[in-house]
């Protein structure tokens, strides 16, 4: 098998408990986020730990905390990342994506390009904390950091 192969997620979940209240819409975006993640992914714990992994994704005393098991279930390593980094980001994210949902119904096409642009530029720069904030812990490309910054808007969103 090649290493790649290895270094990435076959399973992310969610705890419900960290979960607000939400709308069939955000549930479906929740589970495309993760069908997406599943699909397409680099993830690598720190230390050439041997996967794939599976990914539970919770808040725990205000901040994310990410744990990494084995496919077999077996743990590897657990992070707590304080959440300050991304409180902007993730309110900004969240205006713009009613903004757009607002504009869709409307807005000419290009003004609708236009918050969108924004709202991709947002989710670029989250994407880039969470790249940050994992260094030294798990090393994950662009795509897969763009998917988890979805997820940590999801554990986020109060309804």
């Known amino acids: 098998m090649d290493?790649?192969?290895?270094?990435r997620l076959v399973a992310v979940t969610l705890d419900a408990a960290s979960l607000g209240p939400a709308s069939p819409e955000v549930e479906h975006e929740?589970?495309?986020?993760?069908?997406?993640?599943?699909?397409?992914n680099t993830f690598a714990p720190e230390g050439g730990v041997e996967g794939p992994f599976k990914l539970h994704i919770s808040l725990v005393d205000q901040k994310l905390a990410l744990k990494v098991s084995r496919e077999s279930?077996?743990?590897?390593?657990?992070?707590?990342l304080s959440l300050t980094p991304f409180r902007r980001i993730v309110k900004d994210?969240?205006?713009?994506?009613?903004?757009?949902r607002?504009?869709?119904?409307?807005?000419?096409?290009?003004q609708i390009e236009a918050i969108d642009m924004g709202r991709r530029g947002l989710h670029d720069e989250g994407a880039d904390v969470l790249v940050e904030r994992l260094r030294d812990k798990i090393a994950i490309d662009k795509p897969t950091a763009r998917r988890l910054f979805t997820l940590i808007c999801a554990l986020s969103w109060k309804g």
């Open 3 to 7: 290493a790649t192969a290895n270094q």
């Open 30 to 40: 929740r589970r495309v986020a993760i069908y997406d993640l599943v699909e397409d």
């Open 73 to 80: 279930g077996d743990e590897v390593v657990a992070h707590l």
């Open 93 to 100: 994210y969240f205006m713009i994506c009613e903004s757009y």
């Open 102 to 110: 607002s504009a869709i119904r409307t807005h000419s096409p290009s």
